[in-house]
């Protein structure tokens, strides 16, 4: 099955907000929703996207759903769709149901490992080196913070739980291809063991924001907007190879491109700006993307590494890479931005999409027939915040997992 899932992580708000258009932005009906009005959109040889055919669409309006026990009113909701298109993880805050995509049924339910009055963050379902699955989740003692134990429970080819968990200190980074895992306090672990004491360690790294590991998994890019940092570890070893020049700025992001020759780092506080480092000439000045409205939070390389998509405040832009000509802009129209970045970016199937989440809208656009998709709340709707949007290609299904512990599922 070719199938193509990406998770949309993006932080979840604080406040439950139930309007598709926040304050201050303009508002047009289409398809009779309210949708942003928008300054620029995306177009192709200078004509302007169209909706898909019943598009945009509200929740309620979807093919179906599917709810994990009932709503939880504090949303101590998250869910996933594995790489392969075939599991959706659902977790409450003290279980995980396994749905069988392929065959629509429930095929596990299980009781995760989470002390009374804790948290369950930082979900991810990943297949294991040995068969079947490895579910990971964070446990913190506060809804949004980090996790102080993150555990990994394999599950069969049937999707039931084999043995007990696995718990690793702190909460997951990234996990390479190669199945190494880094945790935001600098540990690395091999996880095509069971050992549960690092592999390496990153020395004088305790602060981390992101990571990046190059496409073989042999480097590891970090930042920190703490401590300003932003370096090049050997990921086998654990060693510094090199620190990139101070930036004097906070450092969000780190994300190598897919062929491996560019590290792009995002900086912050007022610089606004994207650095794109060599591997193959590190000591070599970087390029830089400057004049964002916003420090930036939100990119995804195409996947041919020749583009790169950027989001900052109410809009985001396509650069080619490296003569940083933007090829595509999405912009909405606003009095008064006031920090409504976009909440998350991903190429979607090759490349052939983009998909993009702006306040309760999630979007989608198709490069070849110049289309786009809207998925949005109701006004009667209320919101914890964005937890994805996945493309199931071959099933033509697009699936929303919402901020109301809702999953919905919606033909394409
Ligand atoms: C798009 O329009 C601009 C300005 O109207 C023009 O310069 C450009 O050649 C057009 N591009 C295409 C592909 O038609
Ligand atoms: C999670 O779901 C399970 C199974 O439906 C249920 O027994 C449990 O009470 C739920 N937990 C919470 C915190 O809602
Ligand atoms: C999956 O099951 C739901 C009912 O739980 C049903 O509404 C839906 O049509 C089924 N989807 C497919 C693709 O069979
Ligand atoms: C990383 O460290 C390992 C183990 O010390 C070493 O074999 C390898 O050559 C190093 N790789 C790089 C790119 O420095
Ligand atoms: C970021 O801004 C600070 C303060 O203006 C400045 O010192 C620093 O050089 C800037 N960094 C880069 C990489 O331009
Ligand atoms: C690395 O970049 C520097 C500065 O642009 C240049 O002088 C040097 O020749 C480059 N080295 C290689 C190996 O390409």
Request: no cysteine; glycine share 8%; charged share 20%.
């Amino acid at each position: 099955m070719v199938s193509v899932s990406v998770i949309i992580a993006a932080t979840a708000l604080l406040q439950a907000v139930s309007s598709a258009v926040p304050p201050g932005f303009k508002s047009v009906l289409a398809n009779n929703v309210i949708v942003p009005k928008t300054t620029k959109d995306l177009a192709k040889n200078n004509v302007t996207a169209k909706w898909a055919p019943g598009y945009p669409k509200e929740w309620g309006s979807e093919d179906y759903h599917h709810l994990f026990d009932i709503p939880d009113p504090d949303d101590t909701f998250n869910g996933v769709i594995t790489g392969d298109g075939k599991v959706l993880a659902l977790f409450n805050n003290t279980h995980a149901e396994l749905f069988d995509l392929v065959n629509n049924i429930t095929a596990s339910v299980f009781q995760l490992q989470v002390p009374d009055k804790n948290f369950i963050v930082g979900v991810n379902v990943n297949p294991s080196t040995q068969g079947g699955y490895d579910v990971f989740y964070g446990v913190a003692t506060y809804m949004y913070d980090y996790a102080k134990t993150t555990f990994r429970q394999r599950v069969g080819s049937d999707l039931k739980p084999l043995g007990t968990p696995i718990a690793y200190e702190g909460q997951i980074g990234t996990i390479s291809k190669q199945g190494k895992m880094v945790t935001l306090g600098g540990q690395i672990y091999d996880l095509s063991t069971t050992d549960n004491t690092p592999a390496a360690t990153l020395e004088g790294q305790h602060d981390i924001t992101d990571f990046s590991f190059s496409p073989d998994g042999v480097h590891l890019a970090s930042v920190s907007y703490r401590e300003e940092t932003a370096d090049l570890w050997n990921a086998t070893s654990g060693e510094k190879i090199f620190a990139f020049p101070p930036t004097r700025a906070q450092n969000w992001l780190t994300r190598f491109s897919p062929d491996g020759k560019y590290i792009a780092i995002t900086l912050g506080s007022t610089n606004n700006t994207i650095q794109f480092y060599q591997l193959s000439n590190l000591t070599a000045p970087p390029f830089e993307i400057k004049g964002f409205n916003f420090p930036s939070r939100v990119l995804d390389w195409s996947p041919t590494s020749q583009q790169i998509a950027i989001g900052d405040d109410g809009r985001f832009r396509i650069f080619n890479v490296p003569s940083k000509e933007i090829v595509q802009t999405w912009e909405v129209e606003s009095n008064d931005y006031g920090n409504w970045g976009l909440r998350s970016i991903a190429w979607l199937d090759n490349g052939n999409q983009i998909a993009w989440q702006w306040g309760y809208g999630k979007y989608m656009y198709d490069f070849k027939t110049n289309t786009e998709w809207l998925w949005t709340i109701r006004a009667v709707d209320h919101s914890w915040g964005p937890e994805g949007l996945y493309l199931l290609k071959d099933k033509g299904q697009v699936v929303t997992v919402d901020g109301d512990s809702t999953v919905r599922f919606w033909k394409i």
